[in-house]
């Protein structure tokens, strides 16, 4: 028995256990409903859950156990993730936009032995060294695999709900595997417990309850998704998974469904700033919104469109430590510690810098398994970003006389697009694997949404000569959609350090030059591919 007060019980955090919960206490009540329309009750989600772990116990799915979800937001993603903590095993997705050597690392770096995967994605794995992948259950069509022995989406689904639990799933036991997006390097796997899934969900958004529906448009490869999901099982609210944001559709959809509260990031804030104004902008059911980062837009859209604005700061290691209340008047804020929380900002001694002054954002709680309980299969990071017994969040950070946190930049060389995390470092590899490009640097540049774009600064191989819109052809089938550069420019020489690194800060000083080229002027759009269009 565990007597330690703030430890959550199963039946607080602990996704099976809160699935038996409510769908014995409210079991016609709605849970979730999908963007194809269909819904399902807690019973219902209850019913098809426990079939799932059938079927994945069918398979030969076993307690902690890594299991690969390659799927957009959806049904079968959610029956993959369910039915894998049912049993008590590992979900582990992939986002749906990896290929190549990204996506090569992933599933090498899982060990995982069965991927759930979209028919549309599964010619990708025909081009990768799988590892120990072996088995791949296809949803949504059909595919050929080469090396891989596919098994149809009824694999998915046991005839009935007759599953018996090997041992009780406990609330410090690893709830799912999410990728970084890989600032500083490739990728690394981050081991998630239930507790802090509990933490980043329930305890940094107390003010969301049973009476909520939360509106799902994150993906659910991010715990930008998953938490609101977890959020909505862990207080028995119910929540509308669709597969992305959409300017058109978002306003529909809040007033077809009821929807209570959601999560805006980059540049969805603008995006509906810019619709038409109406006499029924406030005619809908949004109450709240958590959102990021928080500026003059944020505070705009909160007053014409009559909702509450919050805004916070969180990773896929963390557990959303820094949050703030209702429209903060601190514009750039990102919160204040909330309770259970300890942030300090500090130099590269980690000593605490004054306020004012710019340092590294370092956290630690005051509970047990509340944030990250390492890097698979990386115990070198895992010690790094751990030490003297705080998480160093590679990010740069100030705070005020107040207690307000504000957010200054990224220490580690990534780029945030469209929602997306982008690493400089595989932006980079994939550039130089073209023959005629010698050396890379790719460095975020502002966009008109409040976000990065991204641009890419190249100089040639001998004998060589770098073709910007050739280079971009070239990368596009080779690179995920939000991280293909927008700009290129081509240099001689990229400014150095006396010990040779590129000096990416007089890069990003020089921004758009009049020599960069810009694939937008020319004609050229890149859009996000919208999976299982037409069926």
Same mark, same amino acid.
């Given at each position: 028995?565990?007597?330690?007060?703030?430890?959550?019980?199963?039946?607080? $955090?602990?996704?099976?256990? =809160?699935?038996?919960?409510?769908?014995?206490?409210?079991?016609?009540? /709605?849970?979730?409903?999908?963007?194809?329309?269909?819904?399902?009750?807690?019973?219902?989600?209850?019913?098809?859950?426990?079939?799932?772990?059938?079927?994945?116990?069918?398979?030969?799915?076993?307690?902690?156990?890594?299991?690969?979800?390659?799927?957009?937001?959806?049904?079968?993603? &959610?029956?993959?993730?369910?039915?894998?903590?049912?049993?008590?095993?590992?979900?582990?997705?992939?986002?749906?936009?990896?290929?190549?050597?990204?996506?090569?690392?992933?599933?090498?770096?899982?060990?995982?032995?069965?991927m759930v995967c979209h028919a549309e994605l599964a010619p990708r794995l025909n081009e990768i060294d799988t590892g120990a992948l072996a088995d791949v259950i296809v949803t949504n069509g059909q595919a050929d695999l080469d090396r891989l022995a596919a098994?149809?989406?009824?694999? =998915?689904?046991?005839? @009935? #709900?007759?599953?018996?639990?090997?041992?009780?799933?406990?609330?410090?036991?690893?709830?799912?595997?999410?990728?970084?997006?890989?600032?500083?390097?490739?990728?690394?796997?981050?081991?998630?417990?239930?507790?802090?899934?509990?933490?980043?969900?329930?305890?940094?958004?107390?003010?969301?309850?049973?009476?909520?529906?939360?509106?799902? !448009?994150?993906?659910?490869?991010?715990?930008?998704?998953?938490?609101?999901?977890?959020? /909505?099982?862990?207080?028995?609210?119910?929540?509308?998974?669709?597969?992305?944001?959409?300017?058109?559709?978002?306003?529909?959809?809040?007033?077809?469904?009821?929807?209570?509260?959601? $999560?805006?990031?980059?540049?969805?804030?603008?995006?509906?700033?810019?619709?038409?104004?109406?006499?029924?902008?406030?005619?809908?059911?949004?109450? $709240?919104?958590?959102?990021?980062?928080?500026?003059?837009?944020?505070?705009?859209?909160?007053?014409?469109?009559?909702?509450?604005?919050?805004?916070?700061?969180?990773?896929?290691?963390?557990?959303?430590?820094?949050?703030?209340?209702?429209?903060?008047?601190?514009?750039?804020?990102?919160?204040?510690?909330?309770?259970?929380?300890?942030?300090?900002?500090?130099?590269? !001694?980690?000593?605490?810098?004054?306020?004012?002054?710019?340092?590294?954002?370092?956290?630690?709680? #005051?509970?047990?398994?509340?944030? !990250?309980?390492?890097?698979?299969?990386?115990?070198?990071?895992?010690?790094?970003?751990?030490?003297?017994?705080?998480?160093?969040?590679?990010?740069?950070?100030?705070?005020?006389?107040?207690?307000?946190?504000?957010?200054?930049?990224r220490i580690k060389d990534a780029i945030r697009r469209r929602g997306e995390n982008i690493s400089s470092f595989e932006v980079e590899s994939e550039v130089t694997a073209h023959a005629a490009v010698a050396e890379a640097a790719a460095i975020p540049v502002?966009?008109?949404?409040?976000?990065?774009?991204?641009?890419?600064?190249?100089?040639?191989?001998?004998?060589?000569?770098?073709?910007?819109?050739?280079?971009?052809?070239?990368?596009?089938?080779?690179?995920?959609?939000?991280?293909?550069?927008?700009?290129?420019?081509?240099?001689? @020489?990229?400014?150095?350090?006396?010990?040779?690194? &590129?000096?990416?800060?007089?890069?990003?000083?020089?921004?758009?030059?009049? @020599?960069?080229?810009?694939?937008?002027?020319?004609? &050229?759009?890149?859009?996000?591919?919208?999976?299982?269009?037409?069926?």
């Amino acid at each position: 028995m565990v007597y330690d007060p703030r430890m959550p019980a199963p039946g607080d $955090c602990v996704l099976g256990a =809160l699935l038996e919960k409510w769908a014995g206490r409210k079991p016609d009540d /709605t849970a979730l409903i999908f963007e194809s329309g269909e819904s399902w009750s807690w019973a219902e989600t209850l019913h098809l859950t426990r079939r799932a772990a059938g079927g994945l116990r069918a398979l030969g799915v076993r307690r902690g156990e890594h299991v690969l979800s390659w799927q957009p937001n959806g049904r079968e993603a &959610i029956l993959t993730w369910f039915g894998l903590n049912y049993l008590g095993a590992v979900y582990v997705p992939v986002n749906t936009a990896y290929k190549g050597n990204l996506l090569q690392h992933v599933v090498q770096l899982s060990d995982a032995k069965l991927m759930v995967c979209h028919a549309e994605l599964a010619p990708r794995l025909n081009e990768i060294d799988t590892g120990a992948l072996a088995d791949v259950i296809v949803t949504n069509g059909q595919a050929d695999l080469d090396r891989l022995a596919a098994h149809d989406a009824d694999s =998915l689904l046991a005839a @009935d #709900d007759a599953i018996e639990i090997e041992a009780p799933v406990e609330p410090w036991d690893t709830m799912y595997i999410i990728f970084t997006s890989g600032t500083t390097g490739p990728s690394k796997a981050v081991l998630s417990s239930y507790i802090q899934t509990y933490a980043m969900g329930v305890e940094a958004n107390d003010y969301l309850g049973e009476n909520d529906r939360i509106l799902v !448009n994150l993906p659910l490869f991010h715990v930008g998704g998953t938490l609101f999901v977890m959020l /909505t099982a862990a207080n028995g609210g119910s929540c509308l998974i669709v597969d992305s944001f959409s300017t058109e559709t978002f306003w529909p959809t809040i007033r077809q469904h009821g929807v209570t509260a959601t $999560c805006f990031v980059g540049a969805m804030t603008p995006f509906l700033l810019k619709q038409p104004p109406s006499n029924h902008d406030k005619d809908h059911t949004l109450r $709240c919104v958590v959102t990021v980062p928080w500026n003059e837009d944020s505070l705009a859209v909160a007053e014409r469109y009559g909702f509450e604005m919050r805004t916070a700061f969180n990773m896929t290691e963390i557990s959303s430590p820094i949050v703030s209340g209702v429209n903060p008047k601190a514009l750039g804020t990102c919160g204040s510690p909330r309770p259970g929380v300890e942030v300090r900002v500090v130099d590269e !001694n980690d000593c605490e810098v004054a306020p004012g002054e710019v340092g590294e954002l370092i956290v630690r709680v #005051d509970r047990p398994w509340s944030m !990250n309980h390492g890097y698979y299969k990386n115990p070198e990071a895992t010690a790094e970003a751990w030490r003297n017994g705080w998480f160093h969040t590679g990010d740069a950070f100030r705070y005020d006389a107040q207690g307000n946190f504000y957010f200054v930049d990224r220490i580690k060389d990534a780029i945030r697009r469209r929602g997306e995390n982008i690493s400089s470092f595989e932006v980079e590899s994939e550039v130089t694997a073209h023959a005629a490009v010698a050396e890379a640097a790719a460095i975020p540049v502002p966009s008109e949404f409040n976000e990065d774009e991204v641009m890419v600064v190249v100089s040639a191989a001998p004998e060589h000569q770098v073709d910007p819109r050739e280079l971009f052809h070239f990368l596009e089938p080779r690179m995920a959609h939000f991280m293909l550069p927008r700009y290129i420019r081509v240099m001689n @020489d990229l400014p150095k350090t006396p010990t040779q690194k &590129i000096q990416k800060n007089l890069l990003r000083e020089d921004g758009i030059t009049t @020599d960069t080229w810009d694939r937008e002027a020319h004609g &050229i759009k890149v859009k996000r591919q919208k999976l299982g269009a037409g069926d």
